[in-house]
RNA sequence: GGCGGC
DNA sequence: GCCGCCAACATA
């Protein structure tokens, strides 16, 4: 039973890691169709549209969090929304095809699909690297993110540590954190110290101490891959251990 | 969103 | 009203 436990543990990581499918089981002609010019890096597993609501919870930042859900409760993003998201699920690895598809099952409830792709199919092409100069684009940075194209009131991009009241703020980290946690990372948000509340956040969220993440976050996508190499690593602990007592003590969250 | 074309 | 084109930059 403690074997049956562990597996169940194990299932519910590897639902959270994107390295589902057997990288083995992936010889290179998975990956016909798609290109990549050089950010994604190799190895990596294709990740779909629906693998998006898993990944949010566990390394997804705030900001993402924020405009994801966004997506689906208003089944629509503003502009800025739409660049800053798009371009980071790009970064995290959303083919052209996934990307288009996610957007448009979400903004098709609310308006006609033949106007979707009139409105926003060319900029999301365009991301990618599929009109105009037909360069790919890259995702911002969290200093792109917080100094230029600011979100107004009704934006949801934007970096929360710098565009929220410490109120919200207070309101959206609590839940997911402790008291004493949301306290010390807007104490470091109220100080425009935003790398290091969204290294904090990252490392509540991920069960490090205080600065065992060994780095600071400057880019969404960083704190994204640094999560998932984080859950392979337990993964892989877990299958070293599993069958063992030792699993029953590990707190895989 | 900005710029540009009709 | 219809349409095209652009911006970015962590990173082992
Ligand atoms: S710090 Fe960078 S990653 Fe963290 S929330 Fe703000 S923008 Fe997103």
């Known amino acids: 039973m403690y074997i049956q436990r562990a597996y169940k543990h194990l299932a519910i990581l590897e639902e959270e890691g994107r390295l589902l499918p057997r990288l083995s089981l992936l010889a290179n002609n ?3 169709g798609k290109e990549y010019n050089g950010e994604t890096t190799d190895g990596q597993i294709i990740i779909t549209r629906h693998m998006i609501d898993k990944l949010v919870v566990r390394s997804f930042p705030p900001c993402m969090k924020q405009m994801h859900k966004h997506l689906r409760v208003n089944h ?23 990307a288009m598809a996610m957007m448009r099952d979400e903004f098709t409830k609310k308006i006609p699909s033949d106007k979707f792709d ?21 995702a911002m940075s969290c200093a792109g993110i917080i100094l230029r194209n600011p979100p107004s009131a009704v934006d949801c991009h934007g970096c929360p540590f710098r565009h929220c009241e410490t109120g919200l703020l207070k309101q959206k980290l609590a839940s ?22 969204c290294t ?37 602990a877990k299958k070293a251990t599993q069958g063992g007592a030792e699993v029953e003590k590990m707190d895989t969250q």
Request: aromatic content about 14%.
């Open 30 to 32: 998975a990956y016909s």
């Open 76 to 98: 629509h993003l503003k502009y800025g929304a739409r660049r800053q998201y798009g371009l980071f699920l790009k970064g995290i690895g959303l083919s052209l095809d996934e």
């Open 118 to 138: 009139k409105e926003y199919g060319y900029n999301i092409r365009y991301m990618y690297g599929k009109e105009g100069r037909r360069v790919p684009q890259t």
């Open 176 to 197: 997911e954190l402790k008291k004493d946690q949301v306290e010390k990372i807007t104490q470091f948000a109220e100080n425009n110290q935003y790398d290091k509340a």
């Open 200 to 236: 904090r956040y990252f490392e509540f969220t991920h069960h490090l101490e205080e600065g065992g993440l060994g780095q600071l976050i400057t880019h969404p996508n960083q704190f994204f891959e640094e999560s998932q190499k984080i859950i392979a690593e337990r993964i892989a």
